[in-house]
């Protein structure tokens, strides 16, 4: 166990609204990834940071921006949440050299 | 960009059978990752292969490292009903902090 937490579990939410999710570990770890996994896609990156204010995007960055303004939290927020933005998302811990990734339970949004 | 890609996406065996998924990707690699997604769950860290050749075994789970580090397999040994779930496999994008996954393999057992 990893120490990681993501908020809230599970979201409803209509078109065209502001959404954010929260990822909060406890250990104090440098790197933390954003996933989306879609069926038939995988696992496919978002954005991540590397610490405290420095962010970079992922694969599927359009329409997701991303803040860290602490060690320990690292929020996604859908500006305007679309319906294509329907999916799982996972918040991850990058450990060791390689970056072994550790994910945490995840969060189930539908986007109406 | 870097790709990496896996086959089969589904396999369905009998309990008892063995299972073997491959990866493969478009440039050569640093290392490589396998996790394992339960139904339901969230992708668990099995085990990463960092050099050319390098064989892994976790009880009845046998990973390979390909001789070009371009490839991998995942073999599991006489398959269990607790092997079930999506096995992916990630690899570093160049020399950047961000992983590729595969989009996995789906197993299957029917006891």
């Known amino acids: 166990d990893a120490g990681i937490t993501q908020s809230p579990r599970h979201k409803v939410t209509e078109t065209g609204t502001p959404v954010t999710l929260r990822c909060h570990q406890t250990?104090?770890?440098?790197?933390m990834y954003w996933y989306r996994q879609d069926p038939g896609h995988g696992l496919r990156l978002i954005h991540y940071?590397?610490?405290?204010?420095?962010?970079d995007k992922g694969e599927v960055s359009d329409g997701y921006s991303v803040s860290r303004s602490k060690t320990e939290d690292f929020l996604l927020t859908l500006e305007s949440a679309t319906s294509s933005q329907t999916s799982v998302y996972f918040c991850?811990?990058?450990?060791?050299?390689?970056?072994?990734?550790?994910f945490g339970p995840g969060t189930r949004l539908t986007v109406t | 960009g870097q790709q990496v890609m896996q086959i089969p996406q589904y396999q369905h065996v009998q309990e008892g059978e063995d299972f073997t998924t491959y990866c493969n990707s478009s440039t050569t690699l640093s290392n490589i990752q396998w996790y394992k997604q339960r139904p339901g769950g969230h992708p668990v860290f099995l085990i990463q292969l960092v050099k050319s050749g390098e064989v892994k075994k976790q009880k009845r789970l046998t990973f390979q490292f390909g001789e070009a580090k371009k490839n991998s397999s995942l073999h599991i040994t006489a398959t269990q009903t607790t092997d079930v779930g999506t096995y992916f496999c990630?690899?570093?994008?160049?020399?950047?902090?961000?992983?590729?996954f595969g989009k996995g393999t789906k197993l299957t057992v029917n006891p």
């Open positions: 940071s590397y610490g405290v204010k420095d962010t």
């Open positions: 250990e104090n770890h440098r790197y």
């Open positions: 991850a811990i990058g450990l060791g050299s390689t970056r072994e990734q550790y």
């Open positions: 990630a690899g570093p994008e160049g020399g950047s902090e961000k992983l590729v």
